[in-house]
Each structure stands twice: as structure tokens, then as C-alpha cells.
């Protein structure tokens, strides 16, 4: 369990003297000792004050309770990716393939009460199914006489249940229930229309907001599909408040961004990452996904507001206040996959509200969240054009100059496998195959005899996805976790009368550059592979400390074990490999002295088990501070709480053969 530092700027004084400033107000992490909202507060840092579990114990933690999931829903869940909340001393989560609500005694595990719903043919074509990523939480006041827990359904309804009780509240919507189909400003059919949520709500006040998901749009049956609107609703009555056109209607601003009038039939352009909101500026801030389709726009010439743009809303009207696009018309699956982090920070010596967005390509973009401006200047740079019948390309792309991007993103040779000249030599080879280019190198016809696709890293499945990063208010450090996967962007024709689309991303070119992988290659990186081990050299998953004062890297730390394949591969043999961190999609959750994240996939440990590791980092410094084995890989985001004297972490946890289940762990009494 050797570790590897990758990148180190800055000085660890000049880290530390940023203890001494004092934080602003608006974003100050998870209070009280609880949890009561999926990022930890309302910005989405995933920061706890919480010290007891520290360096000098944390490899003794041991299992204070665990939920198993395979009694929940017909059939068992191995990918759980909910953030449990903790509330008044009850542990509310979803759960299991039907996304039951259940709620749990935070210090036992004990099932208080289960909320299921059965769906039926809905359920069954829903677009986003299985647990979801949680659920919200509401109460009138101090005295909580009215608590309430929302979630939204794989159906796409929003409940709102009694937190006492899971017991649906008569008096919100129809019996305690939304159907999120209806009063969209779209026509959408209640049983197989394309769009659902994996994302939780949001409540902020008496708001509840709500995005929109429709099935990965790598090769989308038309080019036309539902849209994926947002909507603010009363949290008491359910009554539809706001809603805000992601693609604009014809008057609305945004719309002659759209060229012939492909605004009309377009579709996509969800929210399915976590929304956040700052209460005391009302806004609430929209990350955007692309539209129709991932790979191909040649349908919907134009930049296409608000596809894969920022847009900052009034959380009472939801008016647009600002926005600002990361990618123009887009065309490799960036998205913008995770919740805006709500920061404040402190830029040549004045306190700045910002907002931090991770992202795919590896690029974190800072903005005042109050204005929209940049914190430090975005260039609009010349884009690589295509040559892709029919494709409509920007000129531009946005680049920020600061802080660097904290992974890879497109590809060079730079980044091909070096364990040895012979891998290195066999990777170059591989990858004549291909076009390789920068970011924003864009997808090309697939050929037999080349190019078979273009190659790029920080798109897709690179980067950071759903879980989003965590950030300190007291250090102003963001802590962000980023993986490597190469995937090949290689279009085909589609087959006749299969779809209106000029090209998509054919079938023929995506078993090409994504064969099925061996056991345990995934979270080794995953795709192309040269004598079984990735064609890109490592780390395959990391973690970074980004100084948001200065914008600035402070360290990097490849995070995972290395995986068995690799490890064990008989073309290393003899060779010293570090620790080559794993892929997955894996939360952090920072508390007073610690960033905490576990793996993803499986290892086996030198005791012969197979399981992953919930690691522990000095948060200072990036060395280790810790290290406990689960029985599976992390597959939600942690999170943490204080219950009589104790402070827990709670994971959900999974995998291939192994039915999810919540683990809870605490030290020892």
C-alpha cells in the first residue's frame, strides 16, 4: 500500500496559513453534527467540522452497522450511488431496484420504516431506474411539526412523505404525489416517455427544484426527444411554481442560438446532476447537459443554449440571472455532470462568492456566482474542425487559464503506457490506428483502415462525473477526484430506416474501441488494452487539492490500489509499479483534518480478501492517513455524522455479485 505523489505546487506553510482566514457565511458544510442534504449543505461542499475520527485512529475504525438491500425491489441492486441524509438522530436513504425510501436508527441500523412504490410498465421503461442518488429533506421550522422527506420516483413522480412516518402527505400534489409527465410545457407519454431522474431534488425555503434525465444519448433513436426541463414547485401544496425552457422557446432568450429551427425538435439538454442553490442571493445555479445527440450535432446547427452551459436562476420565478456555456455545441459527452460548488473564497486579498464547476475534461471553471464573471480569465481559443458529413463546428472553445486542468484530456503520445520500451513501443503502434489531437479534438467517420475513431481521455467517462468534488471553507482548498478512461469517438452511418440521424455513433466503431474487458480491467481504466493492461500510463484515478484563492494545484495522489490485473500482469514482471489509483466514480466527503474516499471495483488485499479500501488523506498534505477494507468497492458518496459522542461514516457499497448494502463505521467503543 505504497503511495505516489504525481504533482506538487505551493508550499505546505503557505497551506497552512489559509487556516487563518476566516470563511464567509453563505457555505459553511454540514452543521449540528447531521447531514441533511445530500452535498452537506446547500452548495454541494461535502464538508464536515467533524475531528474525532482523525489520522491517529482512522485504521481502527470498525463496522458500527450495515444494510443489506437485496429484500428491496424484485430484483438485487450492485450499483447503489445514494448519499444517505442523517436527521434528528434517523438515517433516510433509497434503496434497491424499485427505489424504495427507507429510514434507519443512525446508530443501530435498525429499520425504522420502508416507503415502496410499484410502477409497473412505467417503472419498467423508465429511463433512470434502480436507487437513485437520495432524497431531500424539509421541515416548517425549529419545532418540526412538519418534517418531510422527497424523492423522486423512477417514473419520474415526486413523493413527499411524512419523516416520522413514510406515510405520504395527503396534502401535497394528488395523495403526497407529482407526476413529474404532466404541466411540462411538453407533451410526454406517461408510460414510455424518455425522462426520469437519478439526481435527488433540491429543497431550499419552501422550493423544491427538479431536473430532468433521459437515457446516455451515445446513439439516440432520432434526432428529436423529450426535453429536459426544470421546475420549482411549493414544497407544502406541490404546486407547480416555475419552470425554466433549458432549450429556449421561440421569444426567450437563447433561442436564435438554435439555427434552422432546431430548437423545435431537439431534445435532452437535462439537469440530471444535483442542482445548488446560495438562499441568501435567491439563485439557484443549473449545470446542463447536451443535446440531442452526444456525438453528433449536424442536426441542431449552433451553439444551442443551454446545452452544457452553467445557468444561474431566481429560486422563487426561475428567471434567468446569468449563465455561462463550458462547451459549445458539443460533441463529445462532457456534459456537466456533477453539482456547482457554492465557494467562498479570497481573491488578491477580497472576499469573492464564487462557484467552482467540475467537470469531465478535467477542468475546474470558477466563476463569481453572483455576477457570472470568471475569477480568472477564460479565453475563447481556436477549435480542431472535422471533417464529419453534415456536422455543424464551433470555431471557439472556452479555456480557462486558471487553475490547470487537474487531469488528462484528449490525447497525445505523451500519455501511452511506459512500464517498458516493448509497451511503450506496442501503445504507439495501437494508437496509429486512431486521430489523436487536444481537447476539443472532435469524433471522425470510423474506417477500417483508419482512423478507427478519435481518442480522447477527458470526455465521457473521464474526468469527474456525478459525485462531484468537496470543498473546505476554512483551508478554501477543493478537493476533486478524477479518473482516466480512453474512449474512441468513431461515427457510422446508421443502419437504413433505423434512425433520422446522419451519423451516429455506430455500434460496429464502439466494439472496436471498447472490447469486452477481462476481469477486474474496469476499474483498471478500462478500453483499449495492450497485452492487457490500458494503453495509457497511470494514475488511472486521483485525487487533487486545488487552492481556489489562487487557483493553484497543492497536490495530487493517485487514489486506489492497483488493480489485480495489472499487478499481476506477466509483461510487468520484475517491474516496480507504484500505486496506479483505480477508476470508478467515487465522492469525497472532507472533514477537519481529512479528505475520506473509498475505491471502486475490488483488489485483493495481502490477507487473500477480495474488497476495496475507504482511504484516508491528510488534507494538509495528501499523504496517507489511514486505511480500512470493505467487502466491495464504493459506489455512492460518503458522508458523516455525530450521534451520542460518536461520529460515524457511511458508504454505500457494491459490485459485480455483491448485492449493495450501506456500510457504518465508527471507532471503536
Excluded at 447537459?289 to 449552433?302: A, K, V
Excluded at 482511504?615 to 477494507?629: E, I, L, Q, S
Excluded at 459522542?645 to 457504518?664: C, H, N, S, T
Aim: charged share 20%; proline share 8%.
Amino acid at each position: 500500500m505504497t503511495q505516489r505523489v504525481f504533482r506538487l505546487s505551493g508550499t505546505l506553510a503557505a497551506t497552512l496559513l489559509l487556516w487563518g482566514i476566516p470563511p464567509l457565511q453563505a457555505q459553511t458544510g454540514a452543521k449540528n453534527g447531521e447531514w441533511r442534504t445530500y452535498g452537506g449543505d446547500l452548495g454541494n461542499t461535502k464538508y464536515s467540522p467533524l475531528d474525532q475520527i482523525n489520522s491517529s485512529n482512522f485504521n481502527t475504525l470498525k463496522l458500527a452497522w450495515r444494510f443489506h438491500t437485496e429484500n428491496l425491489g424484485p430484483k438485487p441492486e450492485y450499483n447503489m450511488e445514494d448519499t444517505p441524509l442523517m436527521v434528528k438522530g434517523v438515517v433516510y436513504t433509497t434503496a434497491g431496484s424499485r427505489r424504495d425510501v427507507v429510514a434507519l436508527d443512525a446508530g443501530t441500523g435498525e429499520l425504522l420504516w420502508v416507503h415502496s412504490e410499484k410502477e409497473g410498465p412505467r417503472g419498467a421503461a423508465a429511463p433512470r431506474q434502480l436507487s437513485g442518488r437520495g432524497l431531500a429533506y424539509w421541515s416548517d421550522g425549529a419545532d418540526g411539526k412538519d418534517e418531510r422527506i422527497l424523492y423522486v420516483t423512477p417514473g419520474y413522480r415526486l413523493v413527499a412523505l411524512d419523516a416520522k412516518t413514510g406515510i405520504p402527505v395527503p396534502t401535497f400534489g394528488k395523495a403526497g404525489m407529482i407526476d413529474l409527465k404532466l404541466d411540462d410545457d411538453q407533451q410526454i407519454d406517461l408510460v414510455t416517455g424518455e425522462v426520469g431522474l437519478h439526481a435527488t431534488p433540491l429543497v431550499a425555503g419552501n422550493t423544491v427544484i427538479v431536473g430532468a434525465a433521459h437515457l446516455a444519448g451515445g446513439e439516440p433513436k432520432s434526432k428529436s426527444n423529450v426535453k429536459g426541463y426544470v421546475r420549482g414547485f411549493d414544497v407544502k401544496t406541490g404546486k407547480r411554481l416555475w419552470i425554466f425552457h433549458t432549450i429556449p422557446k421561440p421569444g426567450e432568450f437563447g433561442y436564435n442560438t438554435w439555427e434552422k429551427d432546431s430548437a423545435e425538435y431537439t431534445g435532452n439538454t437535462g439537469v440530471w446532476a444535483q442542482i445548488s442553490v446560495d438562499e441568501d442571493l435567491g439563485m439557484a445555479y443549473l449545470p446542463v447537459e447536451l443535446p440531442t445527440g452526444d456525438f453528433y450535432g449536424g442536426h441542431r446547427p449552433g451553439n444551442g443554449l443551454f446545452g452544457e452551459s452553467i445557468v444561474a436562476v431566481d429560486l422563487k420565478t426561475g428567471q434567468r440571472k446569468w449563465h455561462y456555456q463550458l462547451v459549445h455545441h458539443g460533441l463529445w459527452d462532457m456534459d456537466i455532470p456533477c453539482a456547482p460548488m457554492l465557494v467562498d473564497i479570497t481573491v488578491n486579498g477580497q472576499p469573492v462568492k464564487a462557484l467552482a464547476q467540475p467537470t469531465k475534461q478535467s477542468i475546474l471553471y470558477v466563476f463569481n456566482r453572483v455576477t457570472g464573471q470568471p475569477i480568472w480569465p477564460i479565453e475563447e481559443k481556436p477549435a480542431p474542425k472535422g471533417d464529419v458529413p453534415g456536422e455543424w463546428y464551433s470555431p471557439t472553445q472556452p479555456i480557462p487559464t486558471k487553475p490547470p486542468p487537474y487531469g488528462r484530456n484528449g490525447f497525445s503520445a505523451d500519455d501511452v503506457i511506459d512500464f517498458t520500451p516493448e509497451l511503450k513501443a506496442q501503445a504507439l503502434e495501437l494508437i496509429s490506428k486512431y486521430k489523436i489531437g487536444p481537447l476539443f479534438t472532435p469524433p471522425v467517420v470510423s474506417k477500417a483502415g483508419g482512423p478507427l475513431g478519435t481518442l480522447d481521455i477527458g470526455c465521457c467517462q473521464g474526468g469527474t462525473n456525478w459525485p462531484g468534488g468537496s470543498y473546505d471553507p476554512r483551508t478554501h482548498i477543493l478537493y476533486v477526484y478524477g479518473k482516466s478512461e480512453v474512449t474512441s469517438l468513431g461515427l457510422t452511418p446508421p443502419t437504413s430506416g433505423k434512425s433520422d440521424m446522419n451519423f451516429i455513433r455506430g455500434t460496429a466503431a464502439y466494439d472496436i474501441v471498447q472490447p469486452p474487458a477481462a476481469e477486474g480491467a474496469a476499474p483498471a481504466g478500462g478500453g483499449l488494452t495492450v497485452q492487457g493492461l490500458p494503453l495509457f500510463k497511470p494514475p488511472y484515478g486521483a485525487i487533487t487539492a486545488i487552492n481556489l484563492d489562487k487557483g493553484e494545484i497543492v497536490w495530487q495522489v493517485a487514489h486506489g490500489e492497483t488493480p489485480d490485473n495489472i499487478r499481476n500482469n506477466p509483461a510487468l514482471k520484475g517491474v516496480n509499479i507504484p500505486r496506479t489509483g483505480r477508476a470508478g466514480n467515487v465522492g469525497i466527503v472532507t472533514t477537519s483534518t481529512l479528505v475520506i474516499s473509498g475505491e471502486a471495483g475490488f483488489v485483493t488485499n495481502p490477507q487473500g480478501q477480495r474488497g476495496a479500501y475507504l482511504r484516508a488523506y491528510d488534507k494538509a498534505t495528501g499523504k496517507d492517513a489511514g486505511a480500512v477494507f470493505m467487502p466491495a468497492g464504493q459506489t455512492g458518496s460518503p458522508m458523516t455524522y455525530m450521534l451520542n459522542g460518536k461520529q460515524y461514516i457511511v458508504i454505500a457499497v457494491g459490485g459485480a455479485g455483491f448485492p449493495a448494502e450501506l456500510l457504518a463505521y465508527k471507532l471503536p467503543d
